[in-house]
């Protein structure tokens, strides 16, 4: 196993997608942890990501939007990636930074992602480091 985190980044919303990547790779840099990054197309396929690089990493962070539409579409992807997430992170006890965004609109992405507002990115990031420092206590 290497030294490093893994970022998953759903690129569905590119311009989302970006700036959470910016916000957890200047956590990560601030912290000094190394990363990869890796993009899914899509959140639903974000666990499967990690599921294959469970083994290769100390962490992961994932990011990404899913914004609502007009069919229960939302909800599922919204449920079963968060669920899968947390539960990969239990099974194999591995901590997980939960960066997905799940907004109504693209303006509230844009929002939660900016690296100069709420940065979603970041908070994954130090969400993931935090239980990387309590691991090695």
């Known amino acids: 196993m290497n030294n490093k985190i893994l970022i998953v980044s759903s690129n ?27 993009n899914a197309p899509g959140c639903f396929e ?16 994932t990011l990404g939007c899913i ?3 007009e069919t229960y579409h939302f909800e599922v992807i919204a449920n079963e990636s968060s669920r899968k997430i947390m539960d990969l992170s239990i099974e194999y006890n591995k901590p997980i930074g939960f960066g997905i965004l799940t ?9 939660r992602s900016d690296i100069k507002q709420k940065n979603t990115g970041g908070e994954a990031a130090s969400a993931c480091i935090e239980l990387l420092k309590q691991n090695a206590k």
């Open 12 to 38: 569905y919303y590119n311009q989302v997608s970006d700036n959470l990547e910016l916000g957890a790779i200047s956590t990560l840099n601030e912290n000094g942890f190394k990363y990869d990054l890796v």
């Open 46 to 61: 974000i666990p499967y990501l990690i599921r294959q690089n469970i083994n290769n990493y100390l962490g992961f962070i």
């Open 67 to 69: 914004i609502k539409g």
């Open 103 to 111: 907004c109504y609109n693209i303006e509230q992405a844009i929002v």
